[in-house]
Protein backbone atom coordinates (compact mmCIF):
# COMPACT_ATOMS: atom_id res chain seq x y z
CA UNK A 1 0.00 0.00 0.00
CA UNK A 2 1.48 3.49 -0.50
CA UNK A 3 2.94 5.97 2.02
CA UNK A 4 1.28 8.36 3.44
CA UNK A 5 2.27 12.14 4.55
CA UNK A 6 0.79 14.46 6.76
CA UNK A 7 1.59 17.38 8.86
CA UNK A 8 2.44 16.96 12.14
CA UNK A 9 -0.19 18.96 13.94
CA UNK A 10 -2.21 21.44 13.04
CA UNK A 11 -4.75 23.87 14.88
CA UNK A 12 -8.17 25.19 14.11
CA UNK A 13 -10.76 27.81 15.73
CA UNK A 14 -13.83 26.63 16.90
CA UNK A 15 -16.17 27.05 14.12
CA UNK A 16 -14.45 27.47 11.30
CA UNK A 17 -13.86 24.06 8.85
CA UNK A 18 -10.90 22.42 9.84
CA UNK A 19 -8.79 21.50 6.40
CA UNK A 20 -6.31 18.15 6.77
CA UNK A 21 -4.20 17.52 3.88
CA UNK A 22 -2.44 14.22 2.94
CA UNK A 23 0.15 13.54 0.30
CA UNK A 24 0.11 9.80 -1.52
CA UNK A 25 2.12 10.94 -4.90
CA UNK A 26 2.86 6.47 -5.06
CA UNK A 27 -0.60 5.54 -4.59
CA UNK A 28 -1.98 3.27 -7.30
CA UNK A 29 -5.17 3.32 -9.75
CA UNK A 30 -6.96 0.32 -7.12
CA UNK A 31 -6.09 2.43 -4.11
CA UNK A 32 -8.57 4.26 -1.70
CA UNK A 33 -8.07 6.58 0.70
CA UNK A 34 -9.20 6.44 4.27
CA UNK A 35 -9.44 8.41 6.73
CA UNK A 36 -9.61 7.49 10.62
CA UNK A 37 -9.59 9.72 13.61
CA UNK A 38 -8.25 8.88 17.40
CA UNK A 39 -9.50 10.92 20.37
CA UNK A 40 -7.35 10.58 23.39
CA UNK A 41 -7.62 6.98 25.04
CA UNK A 42 -10.06 5.73 22.45
CA UNK A 43 -10.06 3.61 19.61
CA UNK A 44 -9.72 4.89 15.90
CA UNK A 45 -13.41 6.15 14.90
CA UNK A 46 -13.60 5.76 10.96
CA UNK A 47 -14.36 8.88 9.34
CA UNK A 48 -15.12 8.69 5.50
CA UNK A 49 -12.83 7.06 2.49
CA UNK A 50 -12.67 7.90 -1.59
CA UNK A 51 -11.12 6.40 -4.50
CA UNK A 52 -11.52 9.34 -7.30
CA UNK A 53 -14.84 11.38 -6.60
CA UNK A 54 -15.18 13.73 -3.70
CA UNK A 55 -16.82 12.39 -0.76
CA UNK A 56 -19.06 13.87 1.84
CA UNK A 57 -20.65 12.31 4.75
CA UNK A 58 -22.24 13.23 8.16
CA UNK A 59 -18.73 13.97 9.15
CA UNK A 60 -16.95 15.42 6.84
CA UNK A 61 -15.81 15.59 3.23
CA UNK A 62 -12.80 14.64 1.50
CA UNK A 63 -11.54 16.08 -1.70
CA UNK A 64 -9.14 13.78 -3.40
CA UNK A 65 -7.25 15.39 -6.47
CA UNK A 66 -7.55 15.04 -10.17
CA UNK A 67 -4.13 12.95 -10.03
CA UNK A 68 -5.20 11.55 -6.87
CA UNK A 69 -1.33 12.43 -5.74
CA UNK A 70 -2.99 13.99 -2.37
CA UNK A 71 -6.42 15.21 -0.64
CA UNK A 72 -7.82 17.04 1.65
CA UNK A 73 -10.33 15.81 4.46
CA UNK A 74 -12.76 18.82 5.79
CA UNK A 75 -14.47 19.44 8.76
CA UNK A 76 -16.71 21.96 8.25
CA UNK A 77 -17.12 23.57 11.28
CA UNK A 78 -14.73 22.31 14.07
CA UNK A 79 -16.19 21.92 17.63
CA UNK A 80 -13.58 20.57 20.45
CA UNK A 81 -14.76 17.28 20.36
CA UNK A 82 -13.11 16.95 16.67
CA UNK A 83 -9.81 17.57 18.65
CA UNK A 84 -7.50 13.97 17.74
CA UNK A 85 -5.35 12.81 15.95
CA UNK A 86 -6.12 12.32 11.85
CA UNK A 87 -4.83 9.35 9.86
CA UNK A 88 -4.77 9.15 6.47
CA UNK A 89 -3.94 5.75 5.05
CA UNK A 90 -3.81 4.27 1.59
CA UNK A 91 -5.35 1.24 0.82
CA UNK A 92 -6.62 -1.38 -2.02
CA UNK A 93 -8.53 -3.99 -0.16
CA UNK A 94 -10.16 -2.63 3.16
CA UNK A 95 -10.09 -5.77 3.97
CA UNK A 96 -6.76 -6.12 4.67
CA UNK A 97 -4.43 -4.47 7.49
CA UNK A 98 -4.30 -0.82 8.08
CA UNK A 99 -0.56 1.07 8.62
CA UNK A 100 -0.60 3.66 10.75
CA UNK A 101 1.88 6.38 10.39
CA UNK A 102 2.07 9.31 12.41
CA UNK A 103 -1.08 10.93 11.44
CA UNK A 104 -2.05 15.09 12.55
CA UNK A 105 -2.21 16.25 15.47
CA UNK A 106 -5.29 18.73 15.57
CA UNK A 107 -6.35 20.85 18.24
CA UNK A 108 -9.63 23.14 18.13
CA UNK A 109 -9.17 26.12 19.92
CA UNK A 110 -11.97 28.17 21.73
CA UNK B 1 -22.48 2.48 11.61
CA UNK B 2 -21.16 -0.88 12.96
CA UNK B 3 -20.63 -1.25 16.26
CA UNK B 4 -17.56 -3.16 18.27
CA UNK B 5 -17.32 -4.01 21.59
CA UNK B 6 -14.07 -4.67 23.74
CA UNK B 7 -14.06 -6.35 27.29
CA UNK B 8 -12.68 -5.58 29.56
CA UNK B 9 -11.88 -2.04 28.89
CA UNK B 10 -9.19 -1.73 31.55
CA UNK B 11 -7.53 -4.48 33.33
CA UNK B 12 -4.68 -4.39 36.21
CA UNK B 13 -3.16 -7.90 36.92
CA UNK B 14 -0.16 -8.87 38.52
CA UNK B 15 3.08 -10.16 36.56
CA UNK B 16 2.69 -13.65 35.39
CA UNK B 17 -0.83 -13.93 35.33
CA UNK B 18 -2.79 -14.64 31.95
CA UNK B 19 -5.45 -11.91 30.46
CA UNK B 20 -8.08 -12.62 27.92
CA UNK B 21 -9.31 -9.67 25.95
CA UNK B 22 -12.45 -10.17 24.36
CA UNK B 23 -13.34 -8.40 20.99
CA UNK B 24 -17.11 -8.60 19.33
CA UNK B 25 -19.06 -7.24 16.06
CA UNK B 26 -21.97 -6.64 17.69
CA UNK B 27 -24.40 -5.89 14.51
CA UNK B 28 -22.45 -7.19 11.34
CA UNK B 29 -20.52 -10.32 11.05
CA UNK B 30 -16.80 -10.31 10.40
CA UNK B 31 -14.77 -12.93 8.93
CA UNK B 32 -11.09 -10.94 9.54
CA UNK B 33 -10.17 -8.96 12.83
CA UNK B 34 -7.32 -7.34 13.47
CA UNK B 35 -5.57 -7.28 16.97
CA UNK B 36 -3.09 -3.72 17.17
CA UNK B 37 -1.21 -2.87 20.11
CA UNK B 38 -0.48 1.42 21.42
CA UNK B 39 2.02 2.21 23.37
CA UNK B 40 1.82 5.83 24.95
CA UNK B 41 2.43 8.54 22.59
CA UNK B 42 3.09 6.34 19.54
CA UNK B 43 0.70 5.09 16.75
CA UNK B 44 -0.86 1.51 16.78
CA UNK B 45 1.26 -1.21 15.78
CA UNK B 46 -0.41 -3.95 13.93
CA UNK B 47 -0.08 -7.54 15.74
CA UNK B 48 -1.64 -10.22 14.25
CA UNK B 49 -4.60 -10.88 11.60
CA UNK B 50 -7.32 -13.17 13.09
CA UNK B 51 -9.77 -15.12 10.34
CA UNK B 52 -12.50 -16.94 11.62
CA UNK B 53 -11.94 -20.61 11.65
CA UNK B 54 -8.42 -20.74 11.03
CA UNK B 55 -4.77 -19.81 12.53
CA UNK B 56 -4.07 -15.89 13.49
CA UNK B 57 -0.97 -14.26 11.48
CA UNK B 58 1.48 -12.54 13.69
CA UNK B 59 3.49 -9.65 12.57
CA UNK B 60 6.66 -9.95 12.83
CA UNK B 61 8.56 -9.71 16.50
CA UNK B 62 4.67 -10.70 17.50
CA UNK B 63 5.45 -14.11 20.14
CA UNK B 64 2.38 -16.65 19.12
CA UNK B 65 2.59 -18.20 22.12
CA UNK B 66 2.31 -15.41 24.37
CA UNK B 67 -0.31 -13.75 22.58
CA UNK B 68 -2.83 -16.15 21.72
CA UNK B 69 -5.61 -15.33 19.41
CA UNK B 70 -8.67 -17.26 19.05
CA UNK B 71 -11.86 -16.15 16.42
CA UNK B 72 -14.14 -18.40 16.77
CA UNK B 73 -17.19 -17.23 15.55
CA UNK B 74 -18.04 -14.62 12.96
CA UNK B 75 -18.93 -12.13 15.73
CA UNK B 76 -15.95 -12.99 18.90
CA UNK B 77 -12.34 -12.90 18.62
CA UNK B 78 -9.83 -12.65 21.88
CA UNK B 79 -6.79 -12.51 22.79
CA UNK B 80 -5.26 -13.95 25.48
CA UNK B 81 -1.77 -12.53 27.02
CA UNK B 82 0.03 -14.80 28.67
CA UNK B 83 2.46 -14.97 31.45
CA UNK B 84 1.74 -11.33 31.21
CA UNK B 85 4.99 -8.92 31.98
CA UNK B 86 5.36 -4.83 32.97
CA UNK B 87 6.35 -4.31 29.57
CA UNK B 88 3.11 -6.15 28.19
CA UNK B 89 1.19 -3.08 29.68
CA UNK B 90 -0.19 -0.91 26.77
CA UNK B 91 -3.73 -0.04 25.08
CA UNK B 92 -4.67 -3.24 22.80
CA UNK B 93 -7.57 -2.26 20.26
CA UNK B 94 -8.99 -4.58 17.80
CA UNK B 95 -10.83 -3.74 14.66
CA UNK B 96 -13.21 -5.94 12.14
CA UNK B 97 -13.85 -5.83 8.60
CA UNK B 98 -17.07 -4.99 7.33
CA UNK B 99 -17.42 -6.26 4.20
CA UNK B 100 -20.12 -4.09 2.78
CA UNK B 101 -19.18 -3.90 -0.90
CA UNK B 102 -18.21 -0.01 -2.11
CA UNK B 103 -18.59 0.86 1.90
CA UNK B 104 -15.81 -1.52 2.92
CA UNK B 105 -14.04 -0.77 5.84
CA UNK B 106 -12.85 -1.41 9.59
CA UNK B 107 -14.50 -0.63 12.58
CA UNK B 108 -12.43 -0.25 15.82
CA UNK B 109 -13.49 -1.29 19.49
CA UNK B 110 -12.94 1.17 22.09
CA UNK B 111 -9.49 -0.26 23.11
CA UNK B 112 -8.78 -2.25 26.46
CA UNK B 113 -6.07 -0.55 29.00
CA UNK B 114 -3.58 -3.34 30.28
CA UNK B 115 -1.39 -2.77 32.88
CA UNK B 116 0.60 -5.41 34.72
CA UNK B 117 2.15 -4.89 38.07
Known amino acids: DAKTTQPTSMDCAEGRAANLPCNHS???????VYWYRQIHSQGPQYIIH???NNETNEMASLIITEDRKSSTLILPHATLRDTAVYYC???????????FGGGTRLMVKP | GAVVSQHPSRVICKSGTSVKIECRSL??????MFWYRQFPKQSLMLMAT?????????EQGVEKDKFLINHASLTLSTLTVTSAHPEDSSFYIC?????????????FGPGTRLTVL
Open chain 2, 95 to 107: SAFFPGGAKDTQY
Open chain 1, 26 to 32: TISGNEY
Open chain 1, 50 to 52: GLK
Open chain 1, 89 to 99: IVLNNAGNMLT
Open chain 2, 27 to 32: DFQATT
Open chain 2, 50 to 58: SNEGSKATY
